[in-house]
């Protein structure tokens, strides 16, 4: 069965070395291959400037034992994004950054390893307001009724029932309980999440975002600097 590895965000190079660290540390590193699995939950920036940045970080990515999967976060550059074509990998869309780099895209369902995962990117930047349009922000970081609609028909089509849900921020009530004060601008799609964890039977769920190690009522796990291998 294919080894599945969980990460929080990477930010491009900027956070990229808890996940290199970690593959150079790994006892039988050796036994890794392509067909196991690295998830990074969004703001991963592997098209960020669409230049020697991104193949930097594609490199990085590329050298890794495993085959790197993402979610997209907040800060991702969506125009760059957009241009990859949407393919069907594993019973969901998702786009081929590289042929071992694939964005796994919003509101998808996908069987991994033995394991149904349901993604969600996006989110909203608290600090939007000393970034520009279309450099170093977009509004698509925000999820549209499209992606909000698909993500439930997918849910459905598994009765509802998935082993792992991952997304870059959280539930409204997850993050009330991490986050003393809350940045007006997240909130449909927090509420979306929110409904989403009353409808849906699911084992865990993993998410970022926030830049800290936490858990909240033993299932739902923000990911910063630990690494997760998930259990077979
Ligand atoms: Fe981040």
Redesign the pocket.
């Given at each position: 069965m294919a080894r599945i590895w969980l990460a929080?965000?990477t930010?491009g190079e900027v956070d990229l070395d808890k996940v290199t660290e970690y593959f150079d540390d790994l006892i039988l590193y050796d036994e890794v291959t392509k067909e196991d699995y690295l998830i990074i939950l969004?703001?991963v920036g592997v098209c960020w400037d669409g230049g020697a940045g991104d193949a930097f970080v594609q490199e990085c990515l590329h050298n890794l034992p495993c085959t790197v999967l993402f979610i997209d976060?907040?800060?991702e550059n969506f125009d760059l994004l957009e241009q990859y074509p949407e393919e069907e990998w594993h019973g969901g869309n998702v786009q081929y950054i590289q042929e071992d780099i694939i964005h796994l895209m919003r509101g998808q369902v996908y069987e991994i390893g033995g394991r149904r995962f349901f993604t969600f990117g996006g989110g909203n930047s608290i600090d939007r307001m000393m970034r520009t349009t279309g450099i170093s922000w977009w509004p698509e970081e925000m999820p549209s009724d499209i992606e909000y609609s698909e993500g439930l028909r997918n849910l459905e089509h598994v009765g509802n029932h998935v082993d792992y849900i991952l997304t870059h921020t959280c539930p409204e009530h997850v993050a009330e309980q991490l986050v003393p004060i809350m940045y007006p601008g997240e909130e449909p799609l927090q509420q979306y999440l929110e409904e989403i964890s009353k409808s849906v039977d699911f084992d865990t769920w993993y998410f970022?975002?926030w830049?800290m190690d936490e858990e909240v009522e033993g299932r739902y796990i923000c990911l910063w600097n630990e690494i997760v291998e998930l259990e077979e």
């Open positions: 929080g965000d930010h969004g703001d976060g907040n800060h970022g975002h830049h």
